[in-house]
Nanobody, 131 residues
């Protein structure tokens, strides 16, 4: 059974850091692009970052470039999102998602069209940035 389980969210002060993890099971992990998305109350879902089948294929949304880093450990079937210099506007529920297309690595295109490219989602983890 396919599962995506996020962890690592919490409350952090502005300027602080958090590392989110997404533990995956039930599919051939290293054959799929995985993404992190977020949704704040009253706002549309936003593509934060996506990673292809190797660490070299990554995409970052403009609002997080230079602050967030995505990585994957294929041996552990886990995706990480290191979030530094957090801002109050980063407050949202963060979701990881698995691409519906095995072997497809057009990371930027996939990340900006999640409704089409990503069909399996985790339950989300809350990130709150506040003093």
């Amino acid at each position: 059974q396919l599962q995506l389980v996020e962890s690592g969210g919490g409350l952090v002060q502005p300027g602080g850091s958090l590392r989110l993890s997404c533990a995956a099971s039930g599919f051939t992990f290293d054959y799929y692009t995985i993404g992190w998305f977020r949704q704040a109350p009253g706002k549309e879902r936003e593509g934060v970052s996506c990673i292809g089948m190797s660490d070299g294929d990554t995409y970052y949304g403009d609002s997080v470039k230079g602050r967030f880093t995505i990585s994957r450990d294929n041996a552990k079937n886990t995706i990480y999102l290191q979030m530094n210099s957090l801002k109050p506007e980063d407050t949202a529920v963060y979701y990881c998602a698995k691409s519906s297309f095995g072997g497809l690595n057009i990371v930027q295109a996939m990340c900006v069209m999640p409704n089409y490219y990503f069909g399996s989602w985790g339950q989300g983890t809350q990130v709150t940035v506040s003093s």
